[in-house]
């Protein structure tokens, strides 16, 4: 009797057992989506090839033709959203942050919200909405949703739409188009960036009607108090050219030189977008600081602002899942983020992150 009243106690004991003593399971096992079902995304890494000598447009062919393949329906890129804008110009701890990211196109906005009489966040929520390609629309809708897309701050979404209308060939534009507009749309026409290169023109090939913004610089006013003490534990190290010089950057700088010289960008691509060089840029790029002995413990500190500026740029992903549900996604972004973001996405239970890495050169 005394021998089961034991046993009894022991199981009670083991089911109020802490959490920390019991197995876990991966969110994402727990899906009763089957997995082959589940919605597919793809985090592409990217350097910044914008005003990279040698690179153009033709060096980035066989990404394009590798992506037509994946099919994406959603398509994201590394710009700072409307209703982060629209935050950053309600005070003035943004103003340094809404000068580098948003810079002299804050003008075009104005110009896109008179036209369209709409404000960002009106514009960005008349934007989800959008379907069809720009190919079927007529000029006034075409025109319509340009100068909606620059209300937005979408210069991309724009862009398409700018070309769909005859781009820098067309020589008589109708006065709904502002020349200020045309004129920044026709320099960003042939930049090499890789929202440019890549998702303005895979938008245009697939007839995509969006080009979706999801960056965060929400984070930007806390950082700026710890980059003195963070630059001067990098100077303390080598300074930042250490960290250039180290891996994985190293090798990729010689894989880039190689392949602009060969004319196709894809061995870079292939590179920054594989384990090896995931693995190399945490260590050598993030995880640097958390080396260091900062005083105020700025390591840290840099450490949870990067997590923040991810979680963020995941949860403005969601956003415009959650306005396309099912949709395949592709996100080009800086290769510093994808590590975190494959990590973040892939711990849900509707979706499944899929890497560049299994797409196929033709």
Known sequence: MRRRFILALAALFSLAAPASAQDRVPVANLSSVPFDERTEVMILATSHYAGVEGVTPSHFDTIIRRLKQFAPEIIAVERVPAHEIAMFRTTPHYARTLDTYVGSYLSLMNLGQAASGLDPIEAEVAMSEWVGSPGSLDEASQIERLMTAIAAYEVETALIYYRALGGRERD???????????????????????????????????????????????????????????????????????????????????????????????????????????????????????????????????????????????????????????????????????????????????????????????
């Open 172 to 362: 008589e534009w109708p006065d709904d188009v502002p020349k200020a507009v045309r004129s920044e749309l026709s320099k960003l026409d042939v930049s090499t960036n890789e929202r440019v290169a890549i998702a303005a023109r895979l938008a245009e090939e697939l007839g995509a009607p969006r080009i979706w913004n999801v960056d965060s610089h929400l984070e930007d006013a806390a950082f700026g108090n710890i980059v003195p003490e963070l630059m001067s534990g990098l100077e303390t190290a080598g300074g930042i050219e250490a960290i250039v010089g180290s891996e994985p950057f190293s090798t990729l700088a010689k894989i880039q030189d190689e392949a602009v010289q060969n004319g196709s960008l894809e061995p870079a691509y292939d590179y920054v977008n594989s384990p090896e060089y995931g693995r190399g840029d945490v260590r050598s790029q993030i995880d640097v600081f958390n080396r260091m002995p900062f005083e105020n413990k700025s390591g840290l500190v840099r450490q949870a602002l990067w997590d923040e500026r991810n979680f963020r740029i995941a949860a403005n992903l969601r956003r415009a899942m959650a306005a396309r549900p099912g949709s395949r996604v592709l996100l080009i972004i800086g290769a510093g983020h994808k590590p975190w973001l494959d990590q973040i996405l892939a711990a849900t239970l509707d979706m499944r992150v899929v890497q560049w890495t299994e797409s196929k050169s033709e």
